[in-house]
């Protein structure tokens, strides 16, 4: 009687051992990362990127020195190409005030040149006109005649020079009584001369106009 009773006895503890160990089995392998022991983590794989060392502070002062000789260097530069261009264009407004005086000498050279010209033909009918008066009170009115006629042959036809001549050959002519060729004269004379000097002369000649010319003193008014 007593071993069939401790058969089922046994059956029940091996059952219940059975269990025991399949519930540590499974504690344990859920539990075998945790018990596991630790392995080093791997060093993170190169991703092909170099990673620059942080400049030391030797390396950061001797390249902020190296940076300023460079940006002085420029400004130096910078300094003496505006000085070039500053000196450039000093140079050229001098040029240009050289080139500008020597226009105005020259321009002065030349009017003073037309003036000596304009002047010379004037100076020399006056010496003209002064000889050919003393000749008149040296020589009498023939000789002075003479004089101006052969003046008249050394001036233009149209020249301002030739009107003062024929003038002053009409006042001779008129001084000698040919009235009719002084008439002619100072007609040829008031043709030549400009407007202004044209009323000047006709005054005196009124007088004599009106009482020796056919046409008396309105002839006159055809020289207005």
Do not use: C
């Amino acid at each position: 009687m007593g071993s069939g009773e401790d058969k089922p006895r046994h059956g029940f503890i091996n059952r219940y051992w059975v269990l025991i160990v399949i519930v540590l089995w499974l504690i344990a392998w859920s539990a075998r990362d945790w018990l596991a022991p630790a392995e080093p983590e791997d060093p993170p794989a190169a991703s092909g990127v170099v990673l620059e060392e942080e400049p030391s502070a030797e390396d950061q002062e001797a390249a902020g020195e190296e940076a300023a000789r460079e940006e002085a260097a420029r400004e130096e530069a910078a300094r003496e190409e505006a000085a070039r261009e500053e000196a450039a264009r000093e140079e050229a407004a001098r040029e240009e005030a050289a080139r500008e005086e020597a226009a105005r000498e020259e321009a002065a050279r030349e009017e003073a040149a037309r003036e000596e010209a304009a002047e010379e033909p004037a100076l020399e009918v006056e010496a003209l006109l002064t000889e050919a008066r003393e000749t008149y009170w040296r020589e009498g009115a023939a000789a002075a005649r003479t004089v101006l006629e052969g003046g008249l042959e050394t001036q233009a036809y149209e020249s301002r020079e030739r009107a003062d001549i024929l003038g002053e050959l009409g006042n001779l002519q008129y001084a000698t009584g040919d009235v009719e060729a002084a008439m002619g004269s100072w007609d040829r004379a008031l043709e030549k001369l400009p407007e202004g000097e044209r009323r000047a002369m006709m005054a005196p000649l009124r007088p004599i106009y009106s009482r020796h010319h056919p046409q008396g003193a309105d002839h006159l008014e055809r020289f207005r």
